[in-house]
């Protein structure tokens, strides 16, 4: 049975970050652990209520994900057993499913997202301007649309509680330099175009997900943190898709749209998410870790 963690506790090792879904811990100089909690952050708000399972899930489809797309990008996992890093007197049954040792990196400061398709904030953006992040979109799109080529559309990285913001890609470029920026912008639509054809392949359209990035000593660039999972990536079943409405989705989009009914201004705190919605998002969360990566946590 999937386990259920809303937070971490590993005393003996030093937590450096605790984020919306993942605490992050240092091993050594060189190395990190990341725990994936089943903490749920929606409208960059960490919501009162976990989901059971959640960051096993998300940790699993990762893992697939990261093992899969190794040849086009590094990323940062570490092939160590977790037994030889938790504390003594740790529940390994609680943690091996959702943690991971990793490479510890420097963080590139910039959200990497790669949109096939228009919608959510890029949608509001090219109702408002006809362009996201700066990069102008053939008139008459409608929502949900695919585009005529993936884009690299980045945001800055948002404190919790606070909100991403859409930028340029010259503003990523000021942030991190050319070169940096040029890579991650290459890599992220490298690995976009590839899972976005595996997944079709699996009757699933990726509409848009968002990587992380970091560095080496070295300079060497490593994709890191999660990768195209259910809070990171927009999944639509293609059997249900059509343009012109926001499709139904395996990912958090459910308890989005849930919350948008409610009377929340989206700050902190969040409502409590009724049971049958977390069952209901729990479910698609499962779904998709099948029908993509061909893993059931039972």
Same mark, same amino acid.
């Given at each position: 049975?999937?386990?259920?963690? $809303? ?6 090792? *030093? !937590? ?24 749920? &952050?929606? =409208? ?19 893992? =697939? ?6 040849? !086009?990008? $590094? ?9 030889? @890093?938790? $504390? ?22 910039? *959200? ?39 884009? =690299? ?15 340029? =890609?010259?503003?990523? @470029? ?58 990171? &990536?927009?999944?639509? $079943? ?48 499962? *779904?998709?870790?099948?029908? !993509? ?6």
């Amino acid at each position: 049975m999937p386990t259920t963690l $809303p937070q971490s506790n590993l005393p003996g090792l *030093e !937590l450096i970050h605790r984020g919306k879904v993942r605490d992050v811990y240092a091993l050594d100089d060189q190395r990190l652990l990341m725990v994936a909690t089943d903490r749920l &952050s929606a =409208f960059d708000v960490v919501l009162p209520n976990p989901i059971p399972g959640k960051g096993e899930m998300l940790t699993q489809i990762s893992n =697939f994900w990261f093992g899969k797309t190794a040849h !086009l990008v $590094p990323n940062h996992l570490l092939d160590v057993p977790l037994a030889d @890093v938790l $504390p003594p007197g740790t529940d390994l049954a609680l943690y091996e499913k959702r943690a991971v040792v990793t490479r510890r990196l420097k963080p590139v400061p910039v *959200e990497a997202i790669a949109r096939g398709y228009i919608i959510g904030s890029g949608w509001k953006d090219y109702q408002k301007t006809g362009t996201v992040c700066g990069i102008a979109l053939p008139a008459g799109l409608k929502q949900a649309q695919q585009l005529p080529a993936p884009i =690299f559309t980045p945001s800055t990285k948002a404190a919790v509680g606070d909100h991403d913001e859409n930028v340029s =890609f010259d503003a990523v @470029v000021n942030a991190v330099g050319r070169e940096l920026a040029e890579q991650v912008r290459d890599a992220t639509l490298a690995i976009y175009q590839w899972a976005a054809a595996y997944a079709a392949e699996r009757g699933i359209i990726i509409a848009d997900t968002k990587f992380e990035f970091g560095t080496d000593a070295d300079g060497k660039l490593y994709v890191m943190d999660e990768m195209l999972t259910p809070d990171s &990536s927009r999944f639509w $079943p293609a059997d249900s898709y059509q343009v012109g409405i926001s499709p139904p989705s395996y990912d958090k989009q459910f308890v989005r749209d849930w919350l948008e009914t409610q009377p929340w201004n989206k700050t902190a705190p969040g409502p409590v998410i009724p049971d049958e919605v977390i069952a209901h998002t729990a479910a698609k969360y499962a *779904e998709a870790l099948e029908r !993509l990566a061909g893993i059931r946590l039972d």
